[in-house]
């Protein structure tokens, strides 16, 4: 789409200066007189060409807006370069005296192109985000059929069909685990941060990650009623729902679109009724209907925007969606994802603690952190860059073997070293320290040596470290800030009452996400949601503003309206200082665009005749001065958003 409009517009640029050149009112506001043989027809043909290739974006366009009865800036553009075009060859073929308007369709035309040009290019195109989600599934599953093992097309899958789901691949379907055991990363999907651990009997959602162990799944849901095809279906509703909001700009075109239409057949119907030639009264009908529909409206947004955006960029905020950029200023309510948004999304440890004498910290560490090197286990992976974060050694191990949802063990120096959890010391009837436990979003992973407990070490997903800044400058300018996580209500809990939250819902599935959103929009309330993963995906789509840090999935960043490119929580308050800043902008920009409007329309239309008539040479004159206000008064947004 990008390429078609420059094209369309260079080639339009080309075709203009010979149309421009030989019209009647350039040479009258140029002052010469070039006639060429068969001029006319020449010109002709080549406004013809510019209307029809030109205009065509802007008909398709008009035909869009009166489907969904939201008449806009093609329309009003349609109308006008209609209006012009054809009152032009009606003059140029002698059928009516007066001034062909060439001029006013080619630079309009032009002029519209390239507006549109410079916000398409400003702002992404349409979104991928139901492609990202169906790619989640993988192309192929592993079908058991009594001792064989088949490869099949995922599509191919019926329920009841068992499928063999090996160490990091993706689930195929919904299913039931039937054998084997492993801890699957469901986090894009639920929310959970901590990898569930899946067993004989356990649930499993397709598109989840499998982790190091093997399992056999009995497929329970496939195609429309799966999980995934619910998500998909949430979030093309809610987008669907969202496209039918209209720009600013828009909503001023369909003013003057109505204004244009009852002005132009106004001020016919008047001078017909009194008694003016139909020359007169059609000249005058088509100035006012051009004059309506300034040049200026063509640039007076698409500047204020690509500005804008290039300026939130450079701080930051990836403007997707414009509509949502400019309602960021009526934010009301903020909902968070808790993992990956508030969270850092990995778990890095918290504290660790030696409980048995001649051992030091950095031993215990280096100790665990040598086992779980051999895991995949988020937990464990978290031990292990602790231990590279500080440079520990670590030493050399034997003998390793997985204690099956309990831990690891393997021999460190002649040492038995078991590293498992709270679990297995219940099992082996060792007591759990008093302050093992500090609150509800740390998980805790205890060391034993030769039978011996000998310390702990705790993680957690830690809180990024501007998170609670961003909460207080939220609530700071009147908005109420909220955390909705599939995650445990005790880690919510925690997290909420660190950052001041001022209210949390926990263990939330995608659709209950959705509902939170919707229901505080029916109170009143104009939400924004920041979210990471495929489960946030409807809820952003639903927001008045979705907004994905740019650390998540590419299925949030692709239904979100505004990407955080540093993934800082601090950025969301930039947000909303910068709509209001770009708004404000854009209604000067249209003031100054449709303003004098109030002046040329009535003497377009002849009110003041016969002592002055507003000629369209010199409404062009007037819409050129507006152009060039307009375009100066976008370049002093740089100075507000700084």
Known sequence: MLADFLRRFWICVALSVPVIGLSSMFQQLVGYHLVLPYGTPVVLVLATVIYVYGGWPFFSGTVRELRSRQPGMMSLVAVAITVAYGYSVVVLLGWLRGTDLLLELATLIDIMLLGHYFEMRSVAGASRALE???????????????????????????????????????????GEVTAGSSAVNE???????????????AKVIAGSLNGTGALTVRVTHQGADSYLSKVVQLVAEAQQTKSQTQTL????????????????????????????????????MVTVMVTACPHALGMAIPLVVAISTSISARKGLLIRNRTAF??????????????????????????????????????????????????????????VAEAKKRSLPL???????????????????????????????????????????????????????????????????????????????????????????????QVADAVAKTLGLDGVYAEVLP???????KDLQAQGQFVAMTGDGVNDAPALAQANVGIAV???????AETADIILVNSKPTDITNLVEFGKATYAKMRQNLFWATGYNVVAVPLAAGVLYPHFV???????????????IVALNAQLLRRALK
């Open 132 to 174: 990202l989600l169906v790619q989640l599934l993988p192309a192929e599953a592993h079908q058991k059929q009594g001792d064989a093992l088949n490869d099949v097309q995922v599509s191919a899958l019926v329920v009841g069909d068992v499928v063999l789901v090996k160490p990091g691949e993706r689930m195929p379907a919904d």
């Open 187 to 201: 986090s894009m999907l639920t929310g959970e941060s901590t990898p569930a651990p899946k067993q004989t009997g």
């Open 249 to 284: 700009a828009d909503r001023a075109a369909g003013w003057l679109t109505g204004l244009s239409l009852v002005a132009g057949l106004g001020t016919l119907a008047a001078w017909l009724w009194l008694g003016k030639g139909a020359a007169f009264a059609i000249e005058r």
């Open 326 to 383: 400019e309602e960021a200023r009526r934010i009301t309510a903020m909902v968070f994802d808790k993992t990956g948004t508030l969270t850092e999304g990995s778990f890095g440890v918290t504290r660790v603690q030696v409980l048995a004498a001649g051992l030091d910290e950095a031993t215990l560490l280096g100790t665990a952190a040598a086992l779980e090197q051999q895991s995949q286990h988020p937990i464990a992976q978290g031990m």
């Open 395 to 489: 030493p050399a191990i034997q003998d390793f073997k997985s204690l099956t949802g309990k831990g690891v063990a393997a021999t460190v120096n002649g040492q038995a070293v078991v590293v498992a959890s709270p679990g297995y010391l219940q099992e082996k009837n060792i007591a759990l320290p008093p302050d093992a436990v500090s609150n509800g979003a740390e998980t805790v992973v205890f060391v034993l040596l030769d039978g011996q407990l000998a310390g702990y070490v705790a993680l957690a997903d830690r809180i990024r470290p501007d998170s609670k800044e961003a909460v207080q400058r939220l609530q700071q300018q009147g908005i109420k800030v909220y955390m909705a996580t599939g995650d445990n209500q």
């Open 511 to 517: 659709d209950q996400k959705v509902k939170i959103v």
């Open 550 to 556: 740019g650390s998540g999935t590419d299925i949030a």
């Open 614 to 628: 507003l000629s369209p040479a010199m409404g062009a004159v007037l819409m050129s001065v507006s152009t060039v």
